[in-house]
């Protein structure tokens, strides 16, 4: 079969079912089951695409989001949450959109230290939305921050995927590292920016509710109570990664244990807390972990049908200037994020992308980062998109995919206005490693 | 004319992929031209590397190169493959490789195409921070951590290190938090990983000898006519050879590199070398011994296993 | 007696949904005396990850059923909500039909695959060897299980396009 038809098979097997209503985790059951008959035949083929499901999901690096979410919940139905931002509230006075501004800033310093956008996405989220949503933020301003900076850990160091992705396209992992910083932050900036935007254009989207003004005495005596403690659960997570005892995989474990001791100190611990959050959590990460279950074996039968490589092969097959060729490569990027996950892609793309980009002379360095950053965007984009479920998980009940989507849009606006400056200004990523 | 479908357990750019599609795949179709084809699908994207075996053996794809290592959890014999310290030349002439043909058929129902990548010349490095005591003329790793995967586990735990799991992901942040102090990995292929500048220390010698192998199942084995059996078996043996010395040439590439990254060598020689050596093979040959029992080892010991 | 099986079928898709939520805080406790163990300079147990990987898939499996039962599986029903009562309700048919059938694959095939493990004695090899079975185990139940939620909806006991809150901003 021609690539081009194997290509559209399996995406309108898939996206005719999601049309149709069918949840997402079983359009990608059926579709794979229907493309392993057509593609690989017979009996053994049902049996592989069972095979393969479990192959992803066993893996450690994704035992943090659990954890997260659960440390979330627990933050959240103990009541703790309430009491950390009453108090910041308070600080932090009349600010409109405060939250959203405070949701970037943490996102952005917890990416300095977390190489996981899932785990990172589904801390700030577990975090953030329910009180967000307390407080009467529209959904467009409690999602879209999150979306934006829960991407961010991908890109600032340190990476999973930066790892992966460095050593998949032989590249100093190191030096890759770290042409990741400047891009990220300025990332943040502009996600700082989008939100100023947002809120002078729209200032109903976030409250503005009234607060009690407080003396400073009576603001130091706030922190100290609810500020502070929780603080110290953070810290605890940072010092054990900073220090080395702990890797930051592992550390979202102790980020639980301490904010179950700060729900003890403050007796706000009770069955029906734990209860509540890890139903929470099994809903969230149960939910996401099942569709991962059967994604990994859609971006197989995609690279065994030879659809993939097709599509990359006839993508960069053309003689046209370097610009086109990154237009191309992005544009494909995207079709493939909308139906894959970020791992696959590296494994199919890497080895099409970078010996092409090598004989343009293309920087391998700052076209890795070029990668990076259009895959945190396809995790974020429908109908396939890691992040969104994490964040429909944790959204209110009734929140629909496109309203996550739409939420998301215009930070992956801001993603997109990222490369064209890296474009504009290479330095952008190779001043940082051109130092080492 | 017939078409094969080939996918390796590695990505396709890593060393040890590039030497079989340089060697095996891209001479194959060049001989079989009118005969025999082979169609190389990927790299683990197609199916992933811990179940590449089963889609080979259900013939999901028809030839499959992967590390030995990888298929032990199916065949336990195959852990012991790494241990092989004679050259593939004995291998096929005292006829380990036929035995090893059996077991892959017996367990897999698979023919054993190639044993290739394999040494002298290449084996596993262990790589550090900190420079590693020594006793008795042998490095001792009390007190440092190292990260582990069931390959390393024997040696590293016979030398006293600390073993750490952590997710291949993690090992940079690992290295420079000092959650491990260091890392076993291939002669081949530091370089491109690109940790090269994130340790300090390579002890000496290379212990163990890499050993990939390329598996057809039997069934698709005998659907071939003697002519394409003939021909893939014969591209297979010079697959064989030049691997072998692609190995070496990485592996001197690598050493070039790793030296330009400031890597030094940690050296043990002689009898202590020899002493070295024998600790890491004899705690997997244990481990190995555990599995499938001390006649099956004693018979694998004699067959590809010389002590001086 | 179709009581006595309800209730016993409720009990076990809770049962399910407490050793998911066993398994997790067990994960996160292996996690942390791991860590603590190799902090204080003792050599950590050898199974934390291989053990930590296998409860992330069990746990799946395990809250796999609950989640269809609370329709907490992502869906987008941007087209069905604008389709006519007796189009939708076909449609809604033909979706749990397809839903039942793979899930009832994926329940059999599991079955063939642990078997095969068994037989053959295979080995899952991690940070210690765990066999190949184990993989496999909860397939056959969960899946089943699945097939039986989407047997309610087919049935009619419910729809898994009514929502019962309705949709609010945030
Ligand atoms: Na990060
Ligand atoms: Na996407």
Redesign the interface.
Known sequence: MEWYWALSLLLSLVIG??????????AF??TN?IGALVF?G?S????????????????????PV??FI?MGSLFFYSGLANRVFDTLDKILGRMPGRLCYLTVAGGTAFSTLT?SSMANTAMLGSLM?PE??RRG???RM??GPILGTGGLAMIIP?S??G??L????????????IAGIVPGFLLALLYTGLITAQIRLNPEATPQYDIERIGRREMLRLSLINIVPMGLVVLMVIG???????????S???G??GVLILTLAFRMFSVEVIRKS??A???V???V???I?NS?IF??LL??S?AS?GMLAFATSFDVPNWTVLALIFCSLILLGMFMDPV?MM??T??IF?PLIERLGIDPLWFGLFMLIALEMSQTTP?FGLLL?VM??V????????QVAVAAAPFLGCDFLLILLMALFPGIVLFLPGLM | ETTLTTQTALPTRHALSQSYIRHFVEPLNEAGKGVVQINLLGGPEVTPADRAPQAMQRGVIDILHIPAAYVAGLVPQAQAMMLQNVGIEKLRAEGAVEAYDDIFGDRLNAHLLAWSETGPGSGYYLYTRKMPAMKDGVVDFTGQSLRTTGAYRPIQEALGATTVQIPSGDVPTGLERGVIDGFGWPTVGLKSIGLAEAVDYRIEPAFYNLANVVLISRDRWESLSQEARDLVTRVARDYETASVQEMIDRNREDIAAADEAGIEAVRMEGADAAKYLSIASEAMWSRVEEKVGADEVGRLRGLLYRTE | MLRAIGRAYHLLLTGCVALAALLLLTGIALVVVDVVTRASGLRPPGYTVAFVEYILLYFTLLSAPWLVRIKGHVLTDMLVVRMPATLRLVCAKAVYLVCIAVSLVFAVQGWLLFQEGLRFGYVDERSVDIPYWALYVLFPLCFSMIAVEFARYLLGFDSLYDRDKPVEAI
């Open positions: 079912f999601m049309v149709l209503g069918m949840p997402v985790a079983f059951m059926a089951l690989i017979g053994t083929a049902l049996i592989q695409v069972v095979d393969n499901s479990t192959s992803l999901i066993t893996r450690f690096q994704l035992a659990p954890f659960f190489g939305v967000m949503r933020y529209h959904w409690a999602l340190p999973t995927l790892v992966l460095a050593s998949l396209a032989g590249m100093d992992v190191g030096r890759f590292l054990l990664i900073i220090f080395g005892i702990a890797t930051p995989t592992e979202a474990a102790f639980v244990l890890v139903l959590t099994l809903k990460a149960g939910m972990f099942f569709i279950l990994s971006s197989q690279a065994f030879g490589s696959s494994l199919i890497i080895p970078f109908p479920f429909l998980g959204a209110p009940e009734g929140t629909t995919l496109r």
